[in-house]
């Protein structure tokens, strides 16, 4: 009794203690308020970025080494695996040092930019890269908070079809149209399905590929202006958004997918969804820019599949949203609040025709300066550029955009609708009600 | 006059001198368990009071209301039953075929050392290189264990053990289970050896069957052994997060997560740090409840011993 007593007594004590030092503990550090920035004329400064390996590491190195040379400022570039990126920049912010946070990093815009720049972290481009914006106006909404500039895109993808023209062709499907409808796209789904091969591979393990069939959805029935609105409001109740779940669930509703595509990863592995394409165990997978390369790296000889072709996401009969609008994202420079104006002089040099023509000889994006879309050397990648600069947006990428809090929940309420255990309400509630818990 | 004096002057001396020594070989020690694990949980405990993406100062307080959100989602409340699930089902299919095992390599025969060596490899495998082996073989269609029910003519799931919301649950308790049994059979194992070998001699000659010797000897002095196996069971059953992360990552349609995969994807995957931070209290409070009620009700058998020899020495103390 006494024992149990004690032991009682001892974990009232510990959750007391805890919830007193909880009370206690001070608010975490921010970033200091500060208007004046201190390190302004520093002539040193750090620039993180995700080509770690081969020749995008070489260029990037290149381009860092002719940036000192020019203007004598001291640039420590650090190489580091995409994920690896990410975690460290959150761990940077978190800490709220300085120190810690990189001048020039990479950002992919939308809500999670507007939550960095909220909490002052992020430094306002709109008169240090007047100049660099002016050229790439098309891109910069999305990288914008209020109206002002917080980050520079270098390279805009789309997200489409990649299919195996082959296993098209096997299939009797002969004339394969760069905008179809989705009569036709269902099609080829009968086709496909009559030849016995698997119609597309989706990775909804990760959740985020699947989620890219509603964003299209959404694209398709929600002109441009409506989704910013509702982001605006925090008011999802459009009707268009409802439309878009439903496309959806048509074309779930075909099981056109590969077999267990509800853990299916979206790109590790030969069993991935791009594994599966890469293999020529699917016919098509809707993904980004970044397909060929992935599909490269999971083949046997390492080399990018030559069968590979790309078709946009299908269009529907009496859709609400503009048929030239896509669906996309891709990635942008930032500034750090405490970086030195010389950030600022890199950036623009990062964005510069000289620097985004190297980029693109060496197909690491799609250039988003005008004068470099010429110089991409895949013919592949390139068929994308007229797409994306044909005159309709490139919505981006729902969750990036919503950002993480209500992507995520978006996301997951998406998965969910794979698997057969949600419908086209039920993501849209997500979505508002973790919007409104955000207010 | 003046000896008692010194006498107590020493004494005084050497208490302080003692506790000082005392001071300096805990704090070490101490220093380490409040950074690592006092600081964490009541970070935790801090955040899960507030609305936090991550960065920026801590400003959004919000009283209880991240816990309110955690305890309503279906999503968590499932999670807590999955986790119960694992523990139940961990104990209830290791603890008879860990003790048939250990009872099996517990009798002389060829081969005994390694047998023993072989059902504990797994459990000395890293559980992410496991889990990776265990995904690539239950891949739907290509995987190897697919091939193999379908050359001796069964039918795999069409989507796969891990893609179907019905069995996935299963199948990682199956897997957990092929990782965990060596545990428990090396842990049989070693208790076996401490029953004493007169008593099996003394049932022999009472003519007592090999059946009734397990029974009626064996089992019975294993218990504190199984008891402090199950309850590591438990705890590690409420921990789970490896395993699933890798075989499904919660899915599909949330039919694996856990308390620990619902933080996660929470926290860094959806930036609820709050709401992260709640569900972490709660999954150490359900952890602490658990651990307490197992202490009092089932393992207190086993430490009462103890208790009774403190005792014993701070009579003697006291007499002296």
Same mark, same amino acid.
């Given at each position: 009794?006494?024992?149990?007593?004690?032991?009682?007594?001892?974990?009232?004590?510990?959750?007391?203690?805890?919830?007193?030092?909880?009370?206690?503990?001070?608010?975490?550090?921010?970033?200091?308020?500060?208007?004046?920035?201190?390190?302004?004329?520093?002539?040193?400064?750090?620039?993180?970025?995700?080509?770690?390996?081969?020749?995008?590491?070489?260029?990037?190195?290149?381009?860092?080494?002719?940036?000192?040379?020019?203007?004598?400022?001291?640039?420590?570039?650090?190489?580091?695996?995409?994920?690896?990126?990410?975690?460290?920049?959150?761990?940077?912010?978190?800490?709220?040092?300085?120190?810690?946070?990189?001048?020039?990093?990479?950002?992919?815009?939308?809500?999670?930019?507007?939550?960095?720049?909220?909490?002052?972290?992020?430094?306002?481009?709109?008169?240090?890269?007047?100049?660099?914006?002016?050229?790439?106006?098309?891109?910069?909404?999305?990288?914008?908070?209020?109206?002002?500039?917080?980050?520079?895109?270098?390279?805009?993808?789309?997200?489409?079809?990649?299919?195996?023209?082959?296993?098209?062709?096997?299939?009797?499907?002969?004339?394969?149209?760069?905008?179809?409808?989705?009569?036709?796209?269902?099609?080829?789904?009968?086709?496909?399905?009559?030849?016995?091969?698997?119609?597309?591979?989706?990775?909804?393990?990760?959740?985020?590929?699947?989620?890219?069939?509603?964003?299209?959805?959404?694209?398709?029935?929600?002109?441009?202006?409506?989704?910013?609105?509702?982001?605006?409001?925090?008011?999802?109740?459009?009707?268009?958004?409802?439309?878009?779940?439903?496309?959806?669930?048509?074309?779930?509703?075909?099981?056109?997918?590969?077999?267990?595509?509800?853990?299916?990863?979206?790109?590790?592995?030969?069993?991935?969804?791009?594994?599966?394409?890469?293999?020529?165990?699917?016919?098509?997978?809707?993904?980004?820019?970044?397909?060929?390369?992935?599909?490269?790296?999971?083949?046997?000889?390492?080399?990018?599949?030559?069968?590979?072709?790309?078709?946009?996401?299908?269009?529907?009969?009496?859709?609400?949203?503009?048929?030239?609008?896509?669906?996309?994202?891709?990635?942008?420079?930032?500034?750090?609040?405490?970086?030195?104006?010389?950030?600022?002089?890199?950036?623009?040099?990062?964005?510069?025709?000289?620097?985004?023509?190297?980029?693109?000889?060496?197909?690491?994006?799609?250039?988003?300066?005008?004068?470099?879309?010429?110089?991409?050397?895949?013919?592949?990648?390139?068929?994308?550029?007229?797409?994306?600069?044909?005159?309709?947006?490139?919505?981006?990428?729902?969750?990036?955009?919503?950002?993480?809090?209500?992507?995520?929940?978006?996301?997951?309420?998406?998965?969910?609708?794979?698997?057969?255990?949600?419908?086209?309400?039920?993501?849209?509630?997500?979505?508002?009600?973790?919007?409104?818990?955000?207010? | 006059?003046?000896?008692?004096?010194?006498?107590?002057?020493?004494?005084?001396?050497?208490?302080?001198?003692?506790? $000082?020594?005392?001071?300096? !070989? *805990?704090?070490?020690? %101490? /220093?380490?368990?409040?950074?690592? @694990? &006092? +600081?964490?949980?009541?970070?935790?405990?801090?955040?899960?009071?507030?609305?936090?993406?991550?960065?920026?100062?801590?400003?959004?307080?919000?009283?209880?209301?991240?816990?309110?959100?955690?305890?309503?989602?279906?999503?968590?409340?499932?999670?807590?039953?999955?986790?119960?699930?694992?523990?139940?089902?961990?104990?209830?299919?290791?603890?008879?075929?860990?003790?048939?095992?250990?009872?099996?390599?517990?009798?002389?025969?060829?081969?005994?050392?390694? $047998?023993?060596?072989?059902? !504990? *490899?797994?459990?000395? %495998? /890293?559980?992410?290189?496991?889990? @990776? &082996? +265990?995904?690539?073989?239950?891949?739907?269609?290509?995987?190897?264990?697919?091939?193999?029910?379908?050359?001796?003519?069964?039918?795999?799931?069409?989507?796969?053990?891990?893609?179907?919301?019905?069995?996935?649950?299963?199948?990682?308790?199956?897997?957990?289970?092929?990782?965990?049994?060596?545990?428990?059979?090396?842990?049989?194992?070693?208790?076996?050896?401490?029953?004493?070998?007169?008593?099996?001699?003394?049932?022999?000659?009472?003519?007592?069957?090999?059946?009734?010797?397990?029974?009626?000897?064996?089992?019975?002095?294993?218990?504190?052994?199984?008891?402090? +196996?199950?309850?590591?069971?438990?705890?590690?059953?409420?921990?789970?997060?490896?395993?699933?992360?890798?075989?499904?990552?919660?899915?599909?349609?949330?039919?694996?997560?856990?308390?620990?995969?619902?933080?996660?994807?929470?926290?860094?995957?959806?930036?609820?740090?709050?709401?992260?931070?709640?569900?972490?209290?709660?999954?150490?409070?359900?952890?602490?409840?658990?651990?307490?009620?197992?202490?009092?009700?089932?393992?207190?058998?086993?430490?009462?011993?103890?208790?009774?020899?403190?005792?014993?020495?701070?009579?003697?103390?006291?007499?002296?």
């Amino acid at each position: 009794m006494k024992r149990k007593m004690r032991g009682a007594a001892l974990i009232a004590l510990g959750s007391t203690v805890a919830l007193l030092a909880a009370g206690c503990v001070g608010a975490g550090s921010g970033p200091s308020e500060d208007a004046t920035n201190e390190n302004a004329d520093a002539q040193e400064f750090t620039w993180w970025h995700n080509s770690n390996n081969g020749e995008g590491k070489a260029y990037y190195d290149q381009v860092a080494a002719d940036f000192e040379a020019e203007t004598g400022v001291k640039v420590n570039v650090q190489a580091m695996q995409h994920e690896d990126m990410l975690t460290k920049l959150q761990a940077a912010f978190q800490s709220g040092d300085d120190a810690q946070i990189p001048d020039v990093y990479m950002s992919r815009g939308g809500g999670e930019l507007a939550a960095e720049v909220e909490a002052g972290l992020v430094r306002d481009l709109t008169e240090g890269s007047a100049d660099t914006i002016s050229k790439i106006s098309n891109f910069t909404e999305q990288y914008s908070v209020d109206d002002k500039v917080y980050a520079l895109p270098y390279s805009i993808g789309l997200v489409g079809f990649w299919y195996n023209k082959d296993l098209f062709e096997a299939a009797g499907i002969t004339d394969v149209s760069q905008s179809p409808t989705i009569e036709e796209f269902d099609g080829y789904l009968e086709k496909l399905e009559e030849a016995g091969t698997t119609p597309i591979s989706v990775g909804a393990g990760d959740k985020w590929p699947a989620a890219h069939y509603w964003y299209y959805g959404v694209v398709r029935e929600c002109p441009y202006d409506v989704v910013e609105a509702a982001i605006e409001s925090a008011d999802y109740s459009d009707p268009c958004f409802l439309k878009a779940g439903e496309h959806v669930e048509d074309i779930i509703a075909q099981e056109p997918f590969n077999r267990g595509f509800l853990t299916t990863p979206a790109q590790t592995g030969p069993t991935s969804a791009s594994g599966l394409l890469a293999t020529e165990k699917a016919a098509m997978e809707l993904a980004g820019h970044w397909e060929p390369g992935v599909a490269g790296g999971l083949t046997e000889s390492g080399e990018v599949p030559d069968f590979l072709g790309w078709f946009a996401f299908p269009t529907f009969d009496g859709q609400g949203g503009d048929p030239a609008d896509q669906m996309g994202g891709g990635d942008a420079w930032s500034v750090s609040a405490a970086a030195p104006d010389a950030a600022v002089d890199f950036a623009n040099y990062l964005l510069s025709d000289e620097v985004q023509q190297g980029f693109a000889e060496l197909d690491m994006g799609l250039p988003t300066n005008p004068a470099a879309t010429d110089s991409l050397s895949n013919e592949t990648l390139a068929q994308l550029i007229p797409v994306r600069d044909g005159g309709g947006v490139t919505q981006l990428y729902l969750d990036t955009r919503l950002g993480q809090s209500v992507g995520g929940a978006m996301n997951d309420e998406i998965a969910l609708m794979f698997a057969g255990e949600s419908g086209p309400q039920d993501v849209v509630d997500a979505i508002q009600s973790a919007a409104e818990a955000e207010q | 006059m003046n000896s008692p004096a010194r006498g107590g002057r020493g004494r005084v001396t050497s208490a302080w001198r003692k506790r $000082l020594e005392i001071v300096l !070989f *805990v704090t070490p020690a %101490l /220093a380490l368990f409040a950074l690592f @694990v &006092v +600081w964490p949980i009541v970070t935790a405990v801090q955040l899960s009071v507030y609305r936090w993406k991550g960065f920026g100062p801590l400003v959004d307080f919000v009283g209880l209301r991240n816990y309110v959100t955690v305890l309503a989602d279906d999503v968590f409340v499932d999670s807590v039953v999955h986790n119960l699930i694992i523990v139940g089902g961990s104990i209830a299919i290791q603890l008879p075929l860990g003790l048939a095992i250990a009872l099996l390599l517990n009798r002389k025969m060829w081969g005994q050392g390694l $047998l023993r060596t072989i059902i !504990f *490899v797994p459990y000395v %495998l /890293a559980e992410v290189i496991a889990g @990776v &082996v +265990w995904f690539q073989l239950l891949q739907p269609e290509y995987g190897v264990i697919d091939g193999l029910l379908g050359s001796v003519g069964l039918e795999a799931p069409e989507q796969g053990w891990l893609g179907d919301p019905d069995l996935a649950l299963w199948t990682v308790l199956a897997v957990l289970t092929w990782k965990y049994l060596g545990l428990a059979v090396i842990l049989f194992l070693a208790g076996l050896q401490g029953v004493p070998e007169e008593l099996y001699e003394a049932a022999q000659l009472d003519g007592a069957s090999w059946w009734q010797v397990q029974r009626k000897i064996t089992v019975p002095l294993l218990g504190p052994t199984m008891r402090t +196996w199950a309850f590591l069971s438990m705890i590690g059953s409420l921990q789970l997060f490896d395993m699933v992360w890798i075989l499904t990552g919660g899915g599909p349609a949330n039919s694996t997560t856990t308390m620990a995969t619902y933080l996660i994807n929470e926290g860094t995957r959806s930036q609820n740090f709050g709401i992260a931070g709640a569900a972490s209290v709660i999954l150490f409070v359900i952890a602490l409840i658990m651990a307490v009620l197992y202490q009092q009700l089932i393992l207190s058998r086993d430490t009462r011993s103890d208790v009774v020899t403190v005792k014993r020495t701070k009579t003697k103390k006291v007499t002296r």
